[in-house]
């Protein structure tokens, strides 16, 4: 069987770049790609503690959290596009470095 | 024969080796790729990749709602996504922003970190062996409709509003 640290360190290799495409790119279409990448990273996480846990038969918890996962990015995703969408219409651009209509 | 000096690897192994190598090549692609349409083919290579280790992991269920959820849907609205601001997408400009160095930096600081603990603790090598997959995918109806019961619900309630609120924030308001 696979060891379940490869399991461990494929989902922090992913996670990783996650988080650099969320903290680096420049396009916010880019930075909901990363938030998606680590969403998954964490789901290989669930679902390989799941499986080396005690008794994946009777204790299903990790598949369950990694659905509920999966059905709260799916509605991340759809508001996150759609904000997206949004803000080019207003502004015409998706540039994150130039939305900064916030900042103090 | 000669001992060789480390175990011959079994053949879940060398799949599991494959699937991963799929999966961090779609992710580099995500993160370096200057066309934003390759970062959404590294997606779906990743969305794949990550699909195949749920079936390793012998949730199969999981793997096929992967399938469904993130290479059906997510992966269609991204690419629609990048269709409709695409005046960005054909510029010579640089993928990264004004912090990318710093970002550079924390990220591989996290990797390393991350390596390090999971490098560090005595992972179980093997876990408890299960039966068919239906017996799981059983497991998991109940658990929706008994103990989750109440979460189940306020999913759906979530997913109800994300979407309606997706279309009001898309609407053209002219």
Redesign the interface.
Same mark, same amino acid.
């Given at each position: 069987?696979?060891? %379940?640290?490869?399991?461990? *360190?494929?989902a922090?290799?992913?996670?990783?770049?996650?988080?650099?495409?969320v903290?680096?790119?420049?396009?916010a =279409?880019?930075v %909901?790609?990363?938030i998606?990448?680590m969403l998954?990273a964490a789901? =290989?996480n669930l #679902?390989?503690f799941?499986?080396?846990?005690?008794?994946?038969?009777?204790n299903?918890d990790g598949? *369950?959290f990694? %659905?509920?996962v =999966?059905?709260?990015?799916?509605?991340? #995703?759809?508001?996150g596009?759609?904000?997206? *969408?949004?803000v080019?219409?207003n502004r015409?651009?998706?540039? %994150?470095?130039d939305l900064n209509l916030l900042k103090g | 024969m000669p001992e060789l000096p480390f175990p011959l690897p079994s053949v879940q192994q060398v799949i599991f080796v494959l699937i991963a190598g799929l999966m961090i090549l779609g992710a580099l692609t995500v993160v370096l790729a200057r066309n934003l349409f390759h970062s959404a083919l590294g997606l779906v290579a990743a969305f794949f990749g990550a699909a195949g280790i749920y079936l390793v992991a012998e949730a199969e269920f999981i793997g096929v709602s992967q399938v469904l959820v993130y290479v059906g849907a997510i992966s269609t609205l991204i690419t629609f996504a990048i269709m409709l601001t695409r005046g960005m997408m054909f510029g010579a400009t640089s993928p990264r922003n004004r912090q990318s160095g710093t970002a550079a930096m924390i990220t591989l600081l996290a990797f390393v970190v991350l390596w390090a603990l999971v490098s560090t603790i005595p992972w179980p090598q093997a876990g408890e062996a299960i039966g068919d997959g239906e017996a799981i995918i059983a497991g998991l109806g109940r658990a929706f409709v008994n103990e989750y019961v109440v979460p189940f619900q306020l999913l759906a309630m979530l997913l109800l509003v994300a979407l309606a609120g997706a279309i009001v924030l898309a609407r053209d308001r002219k």
């Open positions: 069987m696979v060891p %379940l640290s490869w399991y461990l *360190i494929v922090a290799f992913v996670f990783c770049c996650g988080l650099y495409a903290l680096g790119r420049r396009n =279409i880019a %909901l790609m990363g998606e990448l998954n789901n =290989i #679902v390989a799941w499986r080396y846990g005690v008794a994946p038969m009777q299903l598949q *369950i990694a %659905l509920f =999966i059905a709260v990015a799916a509605a991340e #995703v759809a508001v596009l759609a904000l997206v *969408i949004s080019y219409r015409r651009t998706v540039n %994150l470095d | -």
